[in-house]
């Protein structure tokens, strides 16, 4: 096992290096104000068996855990997702999905979920666009990683393991969680990052364990270009260094934040059936000069609402809503059914937005049509769904020859930037909810179950009356004249021969 433990602080919340003890393997200081990222690099052996089964009939498994609650970024981790689980798969056989395995282990691992198989509740990703996509979809809405947690403390860590439990219980209040395997690597990569808030720096290190330790702050070294991400700290390898070492360097980030941009979400009332998501973003302005860079949105929606494709394939209905092109939708999206008659997860979309003036910094909006299902009856007549906020951000080409080796920060796979190509640079724009929380709850007018006794009754004698009064007419015609008319046919025979 191998852990990297990066502590990443604002330059007025920095440490003195004198302040530090390294004692054998393990590293103290006074408290620190700071974001803390752990990454820990696990065996296959290291893993509970189930998921040790799953991993060798798979060639990529990515998993990605987003806190709703919106939080400030100052290290590397700019990337952005929709708040909730998202899950990118590839079998070993790309072309069948086994639907044994992985659904029910997500199941354990995270709590009841909609899971049912992987053939029934995945949707399939457009893998053939860029190779660095992988080949299935999941997502679901998951408030708390608080089962996780429970997870991790029984079945990973050892029952006499107290630092491993104390770490699982962590688990609950960090922003995001990242589960990482492919079969190059052949190794698990669990990563972890909490907000930046004041921490206790204290860390001690098992015998059998690598451990790295930064503490680190962004800085501007020498030519730094505008695709990369300059820091300077300390670093020291528990059980190795006996102080801790001053470092400055930088490397190649594809994610980075939009400074002085943000964003707002809400759906426009009334909402009725046909809702409609309003994205007020407070600048146009792009973030670098000289590149070509276009404004996205990514969206994952459960399957109660979902986006109609050939809508959004009119031209002048998207200019009006200050669209410019639907980029790419998952298939299947059953535009009829209802969500109770539904297993598919639900689907994604990536719209490219359309500033109205590329060199402005005043306000505007955008406008996203949705359609809400039918749902299942329930008491009142109403039923409350949540729906996650959108990822926003600028893709920007980058010049020629610029290459993205992986960084010992970025987040790949993050459903999105498959669907773009390798040169982009993604520069995100951050959300600003009014109550700090990335949901928005719709409420859905269905059938009302306290009422429901009477529509049926009613129903039924509407057809009822209905009936006998078409048979009343029937027979009152036949009585009237159908005898009469039968004679007169037959009369009128006769003089014809």
């Known amino acids: 096992m ?3 433990i990066t502590f990443f602080h604002k330059h007025e919340h920095g440490v003195e290096p004198d302040s530090l003890k390294l004692h054998g393997r393990s590293i103290s200081g006074p408290d620190i104000i700071a974001e803390r990222e752990d990454r820990i690099t696990l065996a296959l052996e290291e893993l509970p068996i189930e998921l040790q089964k799953l991993l060798r009939e798979s060639q990529e498994l990515y998993i990605r855990w987003q806190s709703p609650v919106t939080y400030q970024i100052i290290g590397p981790w700019s990337s952005r997702l929709p708040p909730g689980l998202h899950v990118f798969y590839t079998p070993s056989n790309s072309e069948k999905l086994d639907g044994e395995l992985i659904c029910p282990l997500l199941r354990t691992a995270f709590g009841p979920l909609d899971c049912i198989s992987s053939s029934d509740s995945f949707t399939k990703l457009p893998n053939d666009r860029f190779s660095h996509s992988t080949a299935y979809q999941y997502y679901q809405i998951l408030d708390s990683l608080s089962h996780f947690s429970s997870y991790v403390e029984q079945y990973v860590c050892g029952p006499a393991d107290s630092e491993c439990k104390e770490r699982a219980q962590r688990l609950a209040n960090a922003n995001s969680v990242d589960f990482s395997y492919d079969t190059v690597s052949h190794v698990v990569k669990v990563t972890a990052l909490w907000p930046n808030e004041q921490r206790p720096l204290s860390i001690d290190s098992h015998l059998d364990h690598r451990v790295e330790v930064g503490i680190m702050t962004p800085d501007i070294p020498p030519h730094l270009e505008e695709h990369e991400f300059g820091v300077t700290g300390l670093l020291s390898v528990l059980g190795q260094d006996t102080k801790p070492s001053p470092t400055l360097f930088s490397f190649p980030s594809r994610h980075k934040t939009a400074a002085d941009t943000s964003f707002t979400s809400e759906f426009l009332r009334p ?69 109770y008659a539904m297993q598919l997860w639900g689907s994604s979309i990536l719209l490219e937005l359309q500033p109205p003036d590329a060199e402005s910094d005043q306000p505007w909006t955008a406008e996203i049509p ?40 970025d987040r790949i796979n993050l459903g999105y930037d498959g669907l773009l190509g390798p040169r982009t640079l993604f520069w995100h724009v951050d959300p600003k909810p009014e109550g700090g929380n990335l949901y928005h709850e719709i409420q859905v007018p269905v059938l009302d179950l306290l009422r429901s006794n009477w529509v049926s009754a009613g129903t039924a004698a509407v057809v009822l009356i209905g009936f006998f009064f078409v048979v009343w007419k029937l027979a009152s015609v036949y009585l009237r004249s159908g005898y ?10 006769k003089k014809k021969q």
């Not at 929606?301 to 009119?314: E, S, V």
């Not at 409350?384 to 992986?406: H, Q, R, S, Y």
């Not at 009469?484 to 025979?493: A, D, L, P, V, W």
């Open 2 to 4: 191998r852990q990297r």
């Open 370 to 409: 949705l359609h809400l299902r039918y749902l299942s009856p329930a008491e009142h007549g109403y039923k409350n769904i949540n729906v996650p906020w959108p990822a926003v951000f600028w893709a920007c080409t980058a010049e020629d020859g610029t290459k993205f080796p992986n960084n010992p920060f």
């Open 271 to 339: 909402s009725g059936l046909h809702p409609t998501m309003q994205l007020r973003i407070s600048s146009s302005k792009p973030p670098m000069e000289g590149a070509y860079c276009s404004l996205h949105t990514y969206l994952t929606l459960p399957r109660t609402i979902f986006a109609d494709k050939y809508q959004l394939g009119d031209n002048l209905f998207l200019s009006s809503k200050n669209l410019t092109s639907l980029r790419y939708i998952s298939q299947p999206v059953d535009l009829e059914a209802p969500d």
């Open 484 to 493: 009469n008319s039968q004679k007169s046919g037959k009369e009128s025979e």
